[in-house]
T-cell receptor, first 119, second 109 residues
């Protein structure tokens, strides 16, 4: 099946620094990528939807200047947590979708996630 | 009330037991997804279905569109099936997924 690689899997950083998380589709072109955040024992919360070559669409309550998303190519999207603070500590997951035609293309392939700890 | 509700929230069973996890939703959907999240956090998409039934190995997923209900069954459960199982739905014209809160399954050897 399709593979989505997310890197790093775990990162610890100091408060005030920025952290970049990469999400790559390894064997397909991802027209759309999604970024989720998950708190312990809670479900995934969609942060933003990113389409290749255009600005990301952020969900209500998500600060676009805080969580910078770039989707410069059909196989790579990045999430940068700027000026990280301890409350940004969470599990971040990306997913990628192949295309908009046909029901089967609506399947989202998930990355393994990145656990961010801000000290 | 959440748009997607799962039951039970937690389920512990002995190895070999037949497992059923339920998902009910309140909105019109284009597809329903079953996902598996292992303790490390990674998520695997198990099924996407819009009608009927799908089977993959020991996993079976069914959906009843009229009743807005889906079930995920695991036959001959094994400790490696221990994970959180998440139901999610997508709507026509909306590519976003709406997630249930998950069912934490623990299979005891």
């Amino acid at each position: 099946g399709a593979v989505v690689s997310q890197h790093p899997s775990w990162v610890i950083c100091k408060s005030g620094t920025s952290v970049k998380i990469e999400c790559r589709s390894l064997d397909f072109q991802a027209t759309t990528m999604f970024w989720y955040r998950q708190f312990p024992k809670q479900s995934l919360m969609l942060m933003a939807t990113s389409n290749e070559g255009s600005k990301a669409t952020y969900e209500q309550g998500v600060e676009k200047d805080k969580f910078l998303i770039n989707h410069a190519s059909l196989t790579l999207s990045t999430l940068t947590v700027t000026s990280a603070h301890p409350e940004d500590s969470s599990f971040y997951i990306c997913s990628a979708r192949q295309g908009a035609v046909g029901l089967a293309k609506n399947i989202q392939y998930f990355g393994a996630g990145t656990r961010l700890s801000v000290l | 009330k959440n748009e997607v509700e799962q039951s039970p929230q937690n389920l512990t069973a002995q190895e070999g037991e037949f497992i059923t996890i339920n998902c009910s939703y309140s909105v019109g959907i284009s597809a329903l997804h079953w996902l598996q999240q292992h303790p490390g956090g990674g998520i695997v998409s198990l099924f996407m279905l819009s009608s009927g039934k799908k089977k993959h190995g020991r996993l079976i997923a069914t959906i009843n569109i009229q009743e807005k209900h889906s079930s995920l069954h695991i036959t001959a459960s094994h400790p490696r099936d221990s994970a959180v199982y998440i139901c999610a739905v997508s709507s026509f014209g909306n590519e976003k997924l709406t997630f249930g809160t998950g069912t934490r399954l623990t299979i005891i050897p």
